[in-house]
């Protein structure tokens, strides 16, 4: 079946625009996650959302940023005032309920100038 | 919070040798330890996972093993191939699925033939 989606694949932006990620989860997973590697980094744990409970967003690494999820399926991740230290590859994973594995899509490329 | 150290940060062996990724963690709740590779450009592939009630697991040429009271996990790659240079993360999670993963910084494989 369909893997985890992500769009765009790419975004280029101007310091201080707001920028919006969106991520498509595998169809029947209740839980979405979002990470972000930054170059030669690991993955850096931002949000993670199950079913309809309170999201845990102890990983945001700032007010700046935030994320939805409508409907327990689609997460858009949105940044504010983007700054240079913004750009990384912001990856979306998704799992089943009451389950480890965690698949994830292609990633976004996100670049501030 | 949990932290998770990877060694070596790279790893360069010959075709056909085999090759081990260590990696260490702080929370003794971790019960959850996956392995992913990251090809170039791609998306992080889960290939291989092991729980806290398990010592060793094996799938073909990749094992991983776990000593739980040392706090530390190692992937073991034997008779190394061109296809396996990737990058390899290791991560560790809490106490229950669905809950965020948090990553080793990677390790960077290279297998020359």
């Known amino acids: 079946g369909a893997g985890v989606s992500q769009s765009p694949s790419n975004k280029v932006t101007e310091k201080g625009k707001d920028v919006e990620l969106r991520c498509d989860p595998i169809?029947?997973?209740?839980?979405l996650y979002w990470y972000r590697q930054s170059l030669g980094q690991g993955l850096e744990f931002l949000i993670y959302?199950?079913?309809?409970?309170?999201?845990?967003k102890s990983g945001l690494p700032s007010d700046r940023f935030s994320a939805e999820r409508t409907g327990g399926s689609v997460s858009t991740l949105t940044i504010q005032r983007t700054q240079q230290e913004d750009s990384a590859v912001y990856l979306c994973?998704?799992?089943?309920?009451?389950?480890?594995?965690?698949?994830f899509g292609p990633g976004t490329r996100l670049t501030v100038t | 919070g949990e932290n998770v150290e990877q060694h070596p940060s790279t790893l360069s062996v010959q075709e056909g040798d085999s090759a081990v990724i260590k990696c260490t963690y702080s929370d003794s709740a971790s019960n959850y330890f996956p392995w992913y590779k990251q090809e170039l450009g791609k998306r992080p592939q889960l290939i291989i996972d092991i729980r806290s009630n398990v010592g060793e697991k094996k799938d073909q040429r990749i094992a991983v093993t776990l000593n739980k009271t040392a706090k530390h996990f190692s992937l073991h790659i034997t008779e190394t191939q061109p296809e396996d240079s990737a990058v390899y993360f290791c991560?560790?999670?809490?106490?229950?699925?669905?809950?965020?993963?948090?990553f080793g910084k990677g390790t960077t494989l290279s297998v020359s033939s």
């Open positions: 959302f199950q079913g309809n409970s309170a999201p845990d």
């Open positions: 991560a560790a999670s809490a106490n229950q699925a669905g809950t965020a993963l948090i």
């Open positions: 169809s029947g997973h209740t839980a």
């Open positions: 994973a998704s799992s089943l309920p009451s389950t480890y594995e965690q698949y």
